[in-house]
């Protein structure tokens, strides 16, 4: 899989793309991942990228222009990507789109700054906002980040143990939380490993497990708050 992510900041990436299981992966070739800062393809002297909204408001958002050009340089070469740009307001991240993200052959990833992106941007590239939460960030990068670590994780070869990921929460035909985990040693301050997983009996096991992921995920379903909308006044 090959990811190009598009951004202002792209030594925010550092660390986080050279350590760990990611950083493994990108060195046994199972993941290409590949920084592009937009504000290259910025004209002018101070090579701005962002400006004024028009209607007026506060803040600055980001031009077409140097996004669009940064973008349409990646196309000129590889396979045709899917182009996800990281927005508040955008489709949000479960494991399902996790899921299907880890299909895609490419990913492009449009990090975000100040009040967000000219609406044009979208248009002309074809993209699709994705969100990771009602929230807001100062920036896409934290976002991509994200992304990258929930879709590379599915990618074959890229965990050690690929049952690893068929037995995280979310994922599976259920789609149910997993419940808790034990290991060494039997007892802490008190507290025991439960007996079942003890038993050896691993059809036990397993309906224990099952039951548990049931009622972390009722849990977890009873303190999911709902919100509802409202409609801002024009005044």
């Known amino acids: 899989m090959k990811i190009d992510v598009v951004t202002l900041f792209p030594e925010l990436f550092a660390g986080f793309l050279e350590g760990s299981l990611l950083g493994a992966a990108r060195r046994a070739g199972l993941v290409d991942i590949a920084l592009a800062n937009f504000r290259d393809f910025a004209s002018g002297v101070h090579r701005q990228v962002d400006d004024r909204p028009y209607g007026g408001g506060p803040g600055m958002l980001l031009m077409p222009g140097p996004v669009v050009a940064c973008v349409e340089s990646l196309l000129q070469s590889g396979p045709k990507p899917r182009i996800l740009m990281l927005a508040p307001g955008g489709r949000r991240l479960d494991q399902p ?124 379903l009873a303190r999911t708050p709902t919100v509802p909308l409202t409609r801002r006044s024009a005044s």
């Open 97 to 220: 789109f996790v899921e299907e993200l880890s299909g895609s052959e490419r990913l492009v990833l449009l990090c975000g700054r100040y009040e967000g992106f000219d609406a044009r941007i979208a248009a002309t590239l074809g993209a699709e906002e994705i969100s990771i939460g009602d929230y807001v960030l100062s920036g896409g990068e934290l976002a991509a980040m994200v992304v990258i670590e929930s879709v590379t994780r599915l990618v074959p070869g890229v965990l050690g143990h690929e049952e690893s990921a068929r037995q995280d929460s979310f994922s599976g035909s259920t789609r149910l939380v997993e419940g808790p985990q034990y290991t060494r040693p039997r007892e802490f301050r008190g507290l025991e490993v439960p007996e079942v997983l003890l038993s050896g009996d691993h059809g036990r096991i397993a309906s224990w497990r099952h039951d548990q992921a049931l009622a972390a995920t009722r849990d977890r």
